[in-house]
């Protein structure tokens, strides 16, 4: 793995705060620069911070933790071309690996051991054009799909997406309906996914709950 870099913006041990691992610690590998740029980002330093490390490095930093959840995050991850090989590294070590990918580009080139939550943008985003949907067709059981949900608009938006993915996974899968932090109260959310009888998971997220806003590294 020599001479395999890749521009990392923060290492860190916390609580996974969203997805169906949530409340489960975690060591979370941020890596810098997105292609996107979401209304309501919260990760914005991570757009251009960072700076280059060999995968052995991180691998490293990540064994010092003693924790077997990775989740690799960004940013976007996937605009580095060496983010799946530190996937399948750190997989054949022997570490559950989550990657959370904004939904914009292929994740098909992901090893298949990994869970990938893949973000699919809504309108309150500014960025629902960019979804790349041809990721629905290749969902695998343990993958996961993640809606941030800011308002009716929102909702009614993810409701047709769910109608596109195979009815043979459509059950398997977990779909978590997040609402936007500040904008969507759980509790509507919750009415709007009862009354409709849809099968998602309401993911508050938990980072937001524990820790003070702006806060990195949790």
């Known amino acids: 793995m020599k001479g395999l870099n890749l521009r990392v913006n923060e290492i860190f041990y916390s609580i996974q705060g969203e997805s169906s691992f949530a ?8 890596l810098t620069g997105c292609n996107l740029r979401c209304s309501y980002c919260d990760t914005q330093y991570a757009y251009q911070e960072g700076k280059e490390l060999s995968l052995d490095v991180i691998i490293k930093q990540i ?7 990775v989740e690799i995050t960004g940013g976007e991850p ?13 997989l054949d070590k022997g570490y559950r690996v989550l990657l959370e990918t904004n939904g914009s580009l292929d994740v098909s080139m992901i090893d ?10 809504l309108p309150g985003s ?8 041809e990721n629905l067709n290749e969902l695998h ?14 909702y009614v938006y993810a409701k047709k997406i769910l109608n596109r993915i195979p009815k043979d ?12 932090w500040g904008m969507m109260e759980p509790a509507l959310l919750a009415d709007w996914i009862l009354n409709d ?14 820790w003070p806003p702006g806060m990195r590294g949790v």
Do not use: M, W
């Open 63 to 69: 064994e010092k933790y003693r924790c077997s959840l």
């Open 197 to 210: 009888r849809l099968t998602v998971r309401l993911n508050i997220q938990l980072q937001k709950i524990i």
């Open 169 to 180: 996974l459509s059950e398997k899968i977990v779909i978590n309906f997040s609402p936007l």
């Open 23 to 30: 409340g489960l610690p975690c060591i979370f590998v941020r």
């Open 78 to 90: 996937l605009i580095q071309e060496e983010t799946p090989l530190l996937i399948s590294n750190l």
């Open 141 to 154: 059981d343990k993958d996961e799909l993640k809606f941030v949900i800011g308002g009716q608009s929102d």
């Open 112 to 121: 298949r051991r990994c869970v990938r939550i893949i973000d699919i943008k």
């Open 126 to 133: 500014g960025e629902a054009h960019r979804n790349f949907l």
